[in-house]
């Protein structure tokens, strides 16, 4: 990887990855890309920043040639709970954008990365150590979109040769970023309201156990299989990958240990609770230990201590 295009530059990931790929590359060998006119000054003051609506395929190609860029990062999303309810743009931004990627990437010999998720699972689906391969029939917008970006990675790589690359990631928690309209975000929300108020009101019941990663573990993640050895790479698209999995009773008892005073009281969000009652508890992410040495280094209770810490900070 010499020169690469981060898409959703502005998002939950692109915001931390940005500054990780440049402190690791350059500044600017990572030109960050992103639909926001005013991105935050650290992501514009430290290298290229480019506004792009990723439905428009000219301006990415404009993008990729000009800066002769060799991997393409795409994060430029619509999250699960924001496509629920507007399905139409969210296949247009999640699955035409991704194919312009690919098509773009095809041109340009360029690798791709593309972040699946647990989304990308259905009610059907084994809900605990969810296979690396089992069945994928997922309800959501945002899941259908999930899969078949898989399907398209899988097949671009088959039939043009071209490196694509993948991870299906849980609920992803850090504090630099709000939330964007994901299922998980109360993961998130929760940390700013426990050091605030001592009080957060969650949205999914007390026993929706769901699996979550904290950020620098899904940053590794990203950084450790785009520089794996291709030859090891057996599921490229896309790898379960897993660092914890709890409920919200039990973050909110971990973070107890923190603040004492911590209360939770529970509002359900119906979309949000069906969505998350369609996705897996816990995946078997053995796959991605085996073929590129993955290991998360946090678990439930350093993540919130680390969370916790640079909150008060
Ligand atoms: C969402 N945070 O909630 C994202 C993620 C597994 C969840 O895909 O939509």
Not at 113 to 133: E, K, L, R, W, Y
């Amino acid at each position: 990887m010499k020169t690469i295009l981060v898409t959703g530059a502005t998002g939950q990931i692109g915001s931390e990855l940005t500054p990780a790929l440049r402190q690791r590359y350059g500044n600017d060998s990572i030109i960050a890309a992103g639909h926001r006119k005013q991105p935050d000054a650290d992501l514009t003051n430290a290298g290229p920043y480019c506004r792009l609506n990723i439905e428009d395929i000219a301006a990415l190609a404009r993008i990729v040639e000009n800066y002769r860029i060799d991997t393409i990062i795409h994060l430029a999303s619509l999250l699960s709970a924001v496509a629920e309810t507007d399905p139409q743009r969210a296949w247009s931004v999640n699955i035409d954008g991704l194919f312009n990627v690919l098509e773009i990437a095809r041109q340009n010999a360029c690798s791709v990365f593309f972040p699946s998720s647990i989304g990308a699972f259905g009610p059907n689906t084994p809900t605990f150590d969810t296979p690396q391969d089992t069945i994928q029939r997922p309800n959501t917008l945002y899941g259908i979109g999930k899969v078949t970006g898989e399907l398209l990675c899988d097949y671009y790589h088959k039939r043009y040769n071209l490196d694509t690359r993948g991870l299906r990631f849980p609920g992803l928690i850090s504090y630099k970023t709000p939330p964007g309209g994901g299922t998980t975000d109360y993961a998130v929300e929760i940390f700013n309201a426990a050091v605030r108020w001592q009080h957060y009101t969650c949205y999914l019941k007390p026993d929706t156990q769901l699996d979550m990663m904290y950020m620098p573990d899904a940053i590794d993640a990203i950084w450790q299989l785009m520089t794996a050895d291709p030859k090891r790479l057996i599921h490229r698209n896309a790898y379960n990958v897993t660092a914890m999995s709890f409920t919200p009773e039990q973050l909110a008892a971990e973070i107890r240990r923190h603040i004492p005073d911590f209360k939770m009281s529970y509002k359900i969000d119906p979309l949000r609770q069906v969505i998350a009652d369609s996705w897996p508890r816990h995946m078997d992410d053995s796959a991605a230990r085996q073929e590129w040495g993955w290991q998360a280094r946090y678990d439930l209770a350093t993540m919130v201590k680390d969370m916790l810490e640079h909150i008060t900070e």
